[in-house]
């Protein structure tokens, strides 16, 4: 008698699932494969990346050497705490040195970006010790170029797996890459206090570009949301998994216009710099749980028709 | 020479005979599946109904899992049957979530279905698998060397499945997707598939 209620019970509530969203309810299958380890590794090789680009940049212009100078030293050292992690995760650490074998991959190419990165980052960091010469510009310039494909790597290493929708958008690099932009201009707000210029100078400019970055991130969140709301029926329930408050609140709200809010306060209201230090924190914060919240939202293609 | 399968869906009783067979002859760890029937609920509500839907890997043409593999360990034989060498496999997972099939299962757990004690059955099927990188449905290739079909094929009660060459047009498969409207899973991906199914 319980049983054939429970079952019946049951019943209802699949076919309301079914009538609400037009799929079944066993169709639909949360990705178990990646989790916060691979979102870790990504925010921090993403964030690297954008550290070492965002302080080579800065130091081309001529500003803010001295946390410049740490940024691109510790850029390369979050980029090699990220391949650690992703190294720790395979399976079969005896194949490592095959790794590289077939470069059509984005894991492999990944890999190569990575190396080629950290090597001319480490060389231009050494070269440029002493001064800026011809021969350091173009180390950094060549380091650069690779910090890029780096960010670039991954977000492509997601959009390419074609079982979930939620990834397989061109719009997933562009997204990575200005939260690894944003997430180093905030490393490099929160580092000025540790300068040896005086730090009010560095960081009103620094604030401005990172409301830049900020701005550009939400019009790409909110592309990526949008479009995925128009996609197909596994989009559009990855979507509502995004609702849930991590990304509401976490990444949006507390990671993006919160932080927005504070630094807008300081570059018009401008006084004390423990508004632009706290929206740095969250920033950082909200960077690396805008990852674990994508791949955690990542629904699988259903096998058959629905 | 290009080795596929169809599946007739009218057919499959949803017995999961072929899931016991390959589990029994590729000796594949708890939770791995080379070949599954899936219990679907399809359709949009009120003409909601059940299909039972064998799932192996597809041996794509254009395969997914080969384009991503970082060491090479995935690849694919002029006879079409695509495979992994497990020395290669560096487990870096990839081809899981690139596979539209999900055909792809991590070995990473080296305990049998009764824990750390394997059974003697266990201890000797699990030599050919090694733990810390990606399985899947490889045709049964063992058993196509010595002339005889993929487990799945042969014990079938319903007759749901049938093997063959799908580059001769005069083959039990060939005629079978002619003739009954056979189609591919997940065509939009481009990755033609070897496996047809037949309507329900």
């Not at chain 1, 095959?98 to 990165?117: D, K």
């Not at chain 2, 030599?127 to 810390?132: C, L, R, T």
Request: proline fraction near 5%.
């Amino acid at each position: 008698m319980v049983f054939s209620f429970i079952k019946s019970a049951e019943r209802i509530l699949r076919c309301t699932i079914c009538q609400n969203r037009g799929v079944s309810i066993m169709a639909i299958e949360r990705q178990n494969t990646f989790g916060g380890l691979i979102a870790i590794d990504l925010f921090l090789g993403g964030a690297g990346a954008g550290i070492f680009l965002t302080s080579f940049v800065l130091s081309l212009l001529n500003q803010f050497e001295s946390i410049t100078r740490i940024g691109v030293m510790v850029g390369p050292i979050w980029v090699l705490a990220g391949s650690m992690i992703l190294f720790f995760d395979l399976g079969n650490k005896n194949a490592l040195f095959r790794i590289l074998s077939n470069p059509s991959s984005w894991v492999a190419r990944g890999t190569y970006f990575i190396i080629l990165f950290v090597f001319f980052a480490f060389l231009y960091f050494l070269v440029s010790l002493s001064k800026t010469t011809m021969l350091s510009t173009v180390l950094g310039g060549i380091a650069g170029i690779f910090s890029f494909l780096t960010m670039l790597y991954t977000g492509m290493l997601f959009s390419t797996m074609k079982r979930v929708p939620l990834w397989n958008t061109p719009i997933l690099p562009l997204l990575f890459i200005f939260s690894s932009l944003y997430a180093a201009a905030a490393f490099l707000i929160l580092i000025v206090p540790f300068s040896t210029a005086p730090p009010l100078v560095e960081i009103h400019l620094l604030v401005m570009i990172e409301i830049v970055f900020i701005l550009v991130q939400l019009l790409v969140l909110g592309i990526f949301l949008w479009t995925g709301s128009y996609g197909n029926t596994t989009i559009a329930e990855s979507i509502r998994l995004l609702k849930e408050p991590l990304f509401t609140i976490g990444v949006i709200s507390l990671g993006l216009f919160i932080p927005l809010a504070l630094l807008i306060y300081y570059k018009f209201m401008g006084s004390g710099i423990f508004f632009p230090i706290m929206a740095a924190l969250l920033l950082i914060i909200g960077s690396l749980f805008l990852r674990y919240c994508i791949i955690r939202a990542g629904i699988r293609l259903p096998l058959y028709p629905v | 020479m290009k080795y596929g399968m169809v599946i007739d869906l009218k057919k499959c009783v949803g017995c999961m005979a072929c899931t016991i067979a390959c589990k029994t002859t590729n000796h594949t760890r708890p939770g791995i599946f080379w070949n599954v029937v899936k219990d679907l609920e399809v359709g949009k509500y009120p003409s909601v109904r059940r299909v039972f839907l064998p799932t192996l890997c597809m041996h794509c043409e254009k395969a997914p899992c080969v384009e991503v593999c970082p060491t090479g360990a995935s690849h694919r034989r002029e006879d079409g049957i695509v495979l992994i060498d497990y020395e290669k496999c560096v487990g870096c997972k990839a081809c899981i979530e690139n596979c539209p099939y999900g055909a792809r299962y991590f070995n990473g757990d080296p305990e049998g279905y009764f824990g750390d004690q394997l059974t003697a059955n266990e201890e000797i099927g699990y030599e050919q698998h090694k733990v810390g990188v990606v399985e899947k449905c490889n045709f049964c290739i063992d058993r196509l060397e010595q002339g005889k079909e993929p487990a799945c094929v042969q014990t079938c009660i319903g007759r749901a499945r049938c093997f063959g060459n799908l580059d001769d047009s005069d083959s039990e498969v060939s005629k079978r997707i002619k003739s009954k409207h056979g189609f591919q899973l997940h065509k939009e991906c481009g990755t033609n598939p070897s496996v047809y199914y037949l309507p329900e």
